[in-house]
């Protein structure tokens, strides 16, 4: 166990809907990554909080958006879905931001687009 | 720019030693290895940062070439339970004030008895 919790564990909806995937970060760990990982593409960074500001962008596409709270729990907003979009969506937390930070990754949210 | 694992998958027998290379055009600051058994999340293995020092797993061992920016991760006597897809992730600053964790495309161990 990680330690980092995501939930839901499986998400079923249909295009042009939105949903919301939320992650509770390790104790004390201050720093949030988001991930989308689908079979032909591997793990894809998509966007990065560190003590409630936005670090770091990757792929991350219009539709979607994140943010960080006061009690560092963070929530990866999906809107207008596409078949595209379905994937295992995973969260990870470190302790602080910066170069060197081991990850350690929620057991993920996989969203299925009907 | 994503790094180049290879080989994309190897099979072992048990007690076999395995050896799985990540390449980068880039200059990385730090070489991540991750592991993920399917169905599973991606676990920490190792951390290896420029200038040699090391965070990480104490039964498996990696190295780290900086000047050819390639990474190889060691798998001796292997067993059961490395079987799985190994990630490694490269590091290196974004320009945007932050440094950004790339993931290659895996390299996927099966070991068998």
């Known amino acids: 166990d990680s330690g980092v919790t995501q939930t839901p564990k499986h998400l079923i909806t249909a295009t042009g809907q939105r949903v919301t995937l939320r992650c509770s970060p390790r104790?004390?760990?201050?720093?949030v990554y988001w991930y989308q990982q689908s079979l032909d593409q591997g793990l894809q960074f998509l966007i990065q909080y560190y003590n409630g500001e936005e670090r770091a962008k990757g792929n991350i596409l219009e539709r979607f958006s994140a943010q960080q709270f006061p009690d560092l729990h963070s929530e990866l907003n999906l809107s207008s879905l596409e078949l595209g979009d379905s994937a295992l969506y995973f969260c990870?937390?470190?302790?602080?931001?910066?170069?060197?930070?081991?990850?350690?990754f929620g057991d993920g949210t996989r969203l299925s687009i009907l | 720019q994503q790094p180049v694992q290879s080989p994309q998958a190897v099979i072992l027998r048990e007690g076999e030693d395995a050896v799985i290379n990540c390449s980068s055009s880039k200059a990385l600051y730090s070489v991540h290895w991750y592991r993920q058994k399917h169905g599973e999340a991606p676990v920490f293995l190792m951390i290896?940062?420029?200038?040699?020092e090391q965070k990480g797993h104490d039964k498996i061992s990696a190295s780290f070439n900086e000047k050819k920016q390639q990474s190889s991760l060691y798998l001796t006597a292997s067993q059961l339970s490395y079987s799985g897809t190994y990630f490694c992730g490269t590091e290196l600053w974004s320009g945007a004030g932050s440094y950004q964790l790339t993931f290659g495309k895996g390299t996927k161990l099966s070991v068998i008895p």
């Open positions: 990870a937390s470190s302790a602080r931001t910066g170069a060197g930070q081991p990850q350690h």
């Open positions: 290896l940062l420029k200038g040699g």
């Open positions: 104790s004390g760990d201050l720093s």
